[in-house]
């Protein structure tokens, strides 16, 4: 039996694990990432004690590995085996970590797999020069096996995301941020910034104003709105828990064209403008994230616009209660519709006094109960398919 060591720095003798403690870190780790089990690791590193302590490391934790002397041997196994990761020295003879990199990233076969480099070089530059280059992370030694892991695992569970499909719904759209955190983006958001608490009708931004924050709302209901010259307000989105607001403002590089309101007692995560856009700039999973939440936004104010132009005031109406109902009592089974008939009506982009009318026609068809000035949709389907 060969002897199993720990990572140490290079110039220090290498430290014994004896058998007891490497049964349990094996049982722990084939315990706690079964999912890994199906993936398979390239490891390209000169040092052969390097290269065999980290293969080792991996296999324990149920990976597949692959292993090259140096990189021009790595970028033969990688175009050949496709492995669903590297992790590549630097500095190596013949074709450095970088060189590694490029040819990697050229070849369309192998474009996509994620990249880690592992190096003992830690100056900001050679950091930088390896982000720029397209590598998804940097691990300095000495370094310890979990770091390692942990670094590998959030890699993979990005690209998990990426391949998944999600349905552009609330559910679909909460499924993606429950794996995003998963993935530890959101944790990381979350450990790093504060989360402040909002109260009705503040205002969060300000239609002309230059956006300074990304927000991510915790808890609580958020309204877009535009305000005509003459002032009359159509709001143009509403939102609920778990959902970004101003990333269009702050992607596009322009002031605000709307503002936002809270509509009841909200907690707010506020992420610089600095910050979000590095985030998007270097990670592609929150890029995919905001991209398709963008696209699915356009399209829902592209069936608005229709329906405001083409619809009936009563099928517009029905659509905009069954619209708020979604968005805010998904995942539960609650009926209640609690915003105001004024912003219903902005929201309809009618006169508060006609939408009042209309819901005194569907509460006496039954298709709505009010009580206590709160709707109550019996049955939301119902409401939905009127014919007119």
Known sequence: ???FTAFTDLNQPADLINLDWLYYFTTILKT????????TILIIDDHDEIRENTAEILELAGYKTFTAENGKRGVDIAIKEKPALIVCDIMMPELDGYGVLHLVRKNTDTQNIPFIFLTAKTERADFRKGMEMGADDYITKPFDDI???????????????????????PQGI?????????????????????????????????????????YFLVKGKVKAF?????????ITDLFSDGDFLGYSALIEDRNYDDSAE???EAEIMQIPREDFLQMINTDITIAAKFIRIITQNVKEK??????????????RVAKALADIYSKFNSGNEKTTIEISREDI????????????RTLSDFKSEKLIVIKDGKITIPDIEKLRNILY
Do not use: C, W
Request: glycine share 4%.
């Open 174 to 214: 909460n499924q993606f941020i429950k794996d995003v955190k998963d993935s530890g983006v959101l944790k990381q958001l979350a450990d790093q910034y504060d989360i402040d608490s909002f109260h009705k009708k503040q205002a969060l931004y300000q239609e002309g104003r230059r956006p300074k924050h990304l």
């Open 147 to 169: 770091e390692l892991l942990n670094a590998i695992e959030i890699r993979l569970k990005k690209i998990e995301i990426l391949e998944n499909k999600y349905t552009a719904s």
């Open 1 to 3: 039996m060969s002897n």
């Open 302 to 315: 592209e069936e608005r616009l229709l329906s405001l132009a083409y619809s009936s005031l009563r099928k």
């Open 262 to 264: 809270i509509l009841e």
């Open 345 to 356: 009506a902005q929201y309809v982009g009618t006169a508060t006094e006609s939408l009042i």
């Open 32 to 39: 706690k990432r079964p999912s890994m089990a199906q993936h």
């Open 226 to 234: 535009k305000t005509h010259p003459d002032g009359k307000e159509y």
